[in-house]
């Protein structure tokens, strides 16, 4: 079956840089749109990042746009989020999710992982 399993989140000071991984699997992983959204508490899930075949294939949510950059392993079945120059406001539920084709809204997304916690707070 389709697994999406996210890791990577935690407790990091404004202006700090984490990594997110989602590792997948069940399913033919170059040939799906990766996508990372995040939901803050009393908010709608929103878009941040996805990626499709390489990294020639992108698009970013203007609120991460030059600070955070996603990419992908397709040997390794995983794709990334590396975020930096991070704030307060990036707080949130980070998702990975997979798309057949380029797609910014979470309707486009069929299957979610269970979310990985990021903090940024001093």
């Known amino acids: 079956q389709v697994q999406l399993v996210e890791s990577g989140g935690g407790l990091v000071q404004p202006g700090g840089s984490l990594r997110l991984s989602c590792a997948a699997s069940g399913f033919t992983f170059s040939t799906y749109w990766l996508g990372w959204f995040r939901q803050a508490p009393g908010k709608e899930r929103e878009f941040a990042a996805t990626?499709?075949?390489?990294?020639?294939?992108?698009a970013y949510a203007d609120s991460v746009k030059g600070r955070f950059t996603i990419s992908r392993d397709n040997a390794k079945n995983t794709v990334y989020l590396q975020m930096n120059s991070l704030k307060p406001e990036d707080t949130a539920v980070y998702y990975c999710?997979?798309?057949?084709?380029?797609?910014?809204?979470?309707?486009?997304?069929?299957?979610w992982g269970q979310g990985t916690q990021v903090t940024v707070s001093s």
């Open positions: 990626i499709g075949w390489s990294s020639d294939n992108t």
């Open positions: 999710a997979r798309s057949p084709t380029l797609r910014a809204r979470p309707e486009g997304y069929d299957y």
